[in-house]
């Protein structure tokens, strides 16, 4: 397979620098200069599709360009208290986020540890932190330190 040459090609900040290798799909991996300064070792398929167009600058730029015009978010900055209930649980700690796969709040899977992690932070410590290999003994943890730490809390 014939490699296409993007040497001092600009795609979005990124320019392409020098081919690094090809990954085991066939795709061509580039060294890329971001124009913030960073060098970023890219997937020349992602380039030339516009699927990358910065080492990652580009979308925290935007996203703080996003937070200066919320009127919402900009009047909540610097207020603690919206992290926290009115009992001082934090709400990450009893409402499942989006990244929740497990199903179960305040139960993940850590990849590196093969293990599933139980944890629950109250008043801005941890209650529970704790790997089992068994996801039930996860869940069963958690539960347990809800219905001591939460219980408590709510009462």
Known sequence: MQ?????????????????????SNGNAIWECACDCGKVKNIDSYALRKGITQSCGCLKIDY???????????????????????????????????????????????????????ARLMVDGKYVLLQDFYDFDEAVDARKASELIYLKSKAG
């Open 63 to 117: 996203v703080k360009e996003r937070y200066k015009t919320n009127e919402k978010f900009q009047s909540n900055v610097g207020n603690a208290d919206n992290l926290r209930r009115s009992d001082g649980v934090y709400w990450a700690s009893v409402t499942k986020g989006k990244k929740n796969k497990s199903g179960v709040v305040g139960v993940s899977f850590d990849e590196s540890k093969n293990k599933w992690t």
């Open 3 to 23: 490699r296409i040459d993007i040497t001092n090609q600009r795609f979005g900040r990124l320019i392409a620098i020098r081919f690094v290798e090809r990954k």
